[in-house]
C-alpha cells in the first residue's frame, strides 16, 4: 500500500542584517557599528544552523488507514532516531503549532483535521472523546467473546443512564474530526442497543421486543430522536463510505459480529475495525470456508453494494482481511440466528 504523507518542517527564522551603502556621501562605520553588523551576522548563520538541527515530523496514514506521526530526534551526541505514534489530537496540535505543512506533489494529499480543545468540560481532566465511562462498562459486562451480562447491566442501571447522558450532551459538532465522529456514532449504536435490551430485559432476542427494532425511534440524541436503523443507514453508512462499520455495530445476536468488549476511541477506531473485521472473516461459526462452496454471513448478501464498489467483488473484501484466500468457490448465506447473545 502507498503511503500518503506530508513532511513537516519547522519553520525558518530569518535575521536581516542592514548595512550601509559605500558611497562618497557615507561615512565609514565605527567599530561598534562594526562589531553590531558581526554579530547580526553570526545570529543569522546560528539560527540556519539551529533551524537545520531541529527535529522533523512525517505525518503519515498506516496500512489500516490510521493516521501516524514518525518523528525524527537528534540525540545529544548527535544520531538521529525515530518514534512513531498515533497521531493523536494533542500530537497533531503540538505539530500545527511547531512548523508549517510541506505537500510532496507526487501523491494526493491527507486530511488531516485537527480536533477542538474539549466540547464539554465537567471538570479539567475530562475528556468525553476518551469514552472512560463507556469502557468502564463494556470492560465490566461484556466477555471477551462477545457475551453481555445484560441482566448486570441493568442491577447497575445509573451507570448506564450516565453514559447516555453523555452522548446526549456532547452532540458531533463542526469541529470535530471524522475519526471523532465515527467513532460517537458506532458508540452510539453499540450502547442505545444495549439500552433497549436492557428496557425489555429478560428477552431471548431483540426480535421478539417488537416486529422492527431497528426502526424504533427512542435514541435522543442532538434534538432530534433516531432509530437504530437511521443510525446505521441514514448516518454511518451514508456519511463515512466504511464496509468495516458493518464488523464495529452489535445487533445483539448471535450471529452478528462480536461486540468489542471496550469502547472505540477516535485515535485507534480504524484499527479496531480491521481487528474485528478480521475476527470475524476468520471465525468459522459465523463463516464456513470450503473448496468448492463458501457459506458466509447474511451481512455480505444486506450489505454487498458496500463491500462492491469501485468494481470490486466480495471475495475480494475478504480476502484482504484473511490469511487463506477464496478464488472461484460457490457462495451461500448462513442462515442469520436472533438468539440474544448473553
Same mark, same amino acid.
Given at each position: 500500500?502507498?503511503?500518503?504523507?506530508?513532511?513537516?518542517?519547522?519553520?525558518?527564522?530569518?535575521?536581516?542584517?542592514?548595512?550601509?551603502?559605500?558611497?562618497?556621501?557615507?561615512?565609514?562605520?565605527?567599530?561598534?557599528?562594526?562589531?553590531?553588523?558581526?554579530?547580526?551576522?553570526?545570529?543569522?548563520?546560528?539560527?540556519?544552523?539551529?533551524?537545520?538541527?531541529?527535529?522533523?515530523?512525517?505525518?503519515?496514514?498506516?496500512e489500516d488507514g490510521n493516521q501516524v506521526i514518525t518523528r525524527v530526534e537528534t540525540k545529544e551526541d548527535g544520531t538521529k532516531v525515530?518514534?512513531?505514534?498515533?497521531?493523536?489530537?494533542?500530537?497533531?496540535?503540538?505539530?500545527?503549532?511547531?512548523?508549517?505543512?510541506?505537500?510532496?506533489?507526487?501523491?494526493?494529499?491527507?486530511?488531516?483535521?485537527?480536533?477542538?480543545?474539549?466540547?464539554?468540560?465537567?471538570?479539567?481532566?475530562?475528556?468525553?472523546?476518551?469514552?472512560?465511562?463507556?469502557?468502564?462498562?463494556?470492560?465490566?459486562?461484556?466477555?471477551?467473546?462477545? =457475551?453481555?451480562?445484560?441482566?448486570?447491566?441493568?442491577?447497575?442501571?445509573?451507570?448506564?443512564?450516565?453514559?447516555?447522558?453523555?452522548?446526549?450532551?456532547?452532540?458531533?459538532?463542526?469541529?470535530?474530526?471524522?475519526?471523532?465522529?465515527?467513532?460517537?456514532?458506532?458508540?452510539?449504536?453499540?450502547?442505545?442497543?444495549?439500552?433497549?435490551?436492557?428496557? =425489555?430485559?429478560? +428477552?431471548?432476542?431483540? +426480535?421478539?421486543?417488537?416486529?422492527?427494532?431497528?426502526?424504533?425511534?427512542?435514541?435522543?440524541?442532538?434534538?432530534?430522536?433516531?432509530?437504530?436503523?437511521?443510525?446505521?443507514?441514514?448516518?454511518?453508512?451514508?456519511?463515512?463510505?466504511?464496509?468495516?462499520?458493518?464488523?464495529?455495530?452489535?445487533?445483539?445476536?448471535?450471529?452478528?459480529?462480536?461486540?468489542?468488549?471496550?469502547?472505540?476511541?477516535?485515535?485507534?477506531?480504524?484499527?479496531?475495525?480491521?481487528?474485528? +473485521?478480521?475476527?470475524?472473516?476468520?471465525?468459522?461459526?459465523?463463516?464456513?470456508?470450503?473448496?468448492?462452496?463458501?457459506?458466509?454471513?447474511?451481512?455480505?448478501?444486506?450489505?454487498?453494494?458496500?463491500?462492491?464498489?469501485g468494481g470490486k467483488t466480495v471475495f475480494d473484501f475478504i480476502n484482504k482481511y484473511r490469511t487463506d484466500q477464496l478464488d472461484k468457490?460457490?457462495?451461500?448465506?448462513?442462515?442469520?440466528?436472533?438468539?440474544?447473545?448473553?
Amino acid at each position: 500500500m502507498k503511503t500518503r504523507t506530508f513532511y513537516l518542517l519547522a519553520p525558518f527564522a530569518f535575521a536581516l542584517v542592514f548595512s550601509s551603502c559605500n558611497d562618497s556621501s557615507t561615512e565609514t562605520p565605527s567599530d561598534e557599528n562594526d562589531n553590531e553588523t558581526k554579530t547580526e551576522q553570526k545570529t543569522e548563520s546560528n539560527s540556519e544552523t539551529e533551524t537545520e538541527n531541529k527535529d522533523k515530523a512525517i505525518i503519515s496514514l498506516d496500512e489500516d488507514g490510521n493516521q501516524v506521526i514518525t518523528r525524527v530526534e537528534t540525540k545529544e551526541d548527535g544520531t538521529k532516531v525515530e518514534r512513531t505514534v498515533p497521531a493523536t489530537a494533542e500530537e497533531l496540535r503540538e505539530i500545527a503549532e511547531e512548523g508549517v505543512l510541506l505537500k510532496d506533489e507526487t501523491i494526493p494529499p491527507v486530511e488531516i483535521e485537527i480536533p477542538e480543545e474539549k466540547v464539554v468540560e465537567a471538570e479539567d481532566n475530562y475528556n468525553f472523546h476518551e469514552y472512560k465511562n463507556l469502557n468502564s462498562l463494556l470492560s465490566t459486562y461484556v466477555s471477551s467473546s462477545g =457475551n453481555v451480562n445484560y441482566a448486570g447491566i441493568k442491577a447497575n442501571k445509573s451507570k448506564l443512564d450516565e453514559i447516555l447522558k453523555e452522548f446526549e450532551s456532547n452532540y458531533p459538532g463542526s469541529g470535530w474530526s471524522s475519526a471523532q465522529k465515527l467513532t460517537y456514532w458506532i458508540n452510539a449504536y453499540n450502547i442505545y442497543t444495549i439500552k433497549l435490551i436492557v428496557d =425489555n430485559f429478560p +428477552t431471548s432476542s431483540i +426480535t421478539k421486543i417488537t416486529a422492527k427494532p431497528w426502526h424504533k425511534k427512542f435514541i435522543q440524541l442532538g434534538g432530534q430522536t433516531y432509530s437504530l436503523n437511521q443510525i446505521e443507514n441514514d448516518v454511518i453508512r451514508k456519511r463515512f463510505n466504511e464496509p468495516r462499520i458493518h464488523f464495529a455495530l452489535n445487533c445483539a445476536s448471535e450471529s452478528c459480529p462480536i461486540l468489542l468488549n471496550r469502547a472505540y476511541t477516535p485515535g485507534s477506531v480504524y484499527g479496531q475495525m480491521t481487528t474485528q +473485521t478480521k475476527r470475524f472473516l476468520n471465525d468459522t461459526s459465523k463463516n464456513t470456508y470450503g473448496k468448492k462452496e463458501v457459506q458466509i454471513s447474511q451481512i455480505f448478501q444486506w450489505y454487498e453494494e458496500d463491500f462492491t464498489k469501485g468494481g470490486k467483488t466480495v471475495f475480494d473484501f475478504i480476502n484482504k482481511y484473511r490469511t487463506d484466500q477464496l478464488d472461484k468457490q460457490k457462495i451461500t448465506y448462513k442462515e442469520y440466528s436472533w438468539d440474544l447473545n448473553d
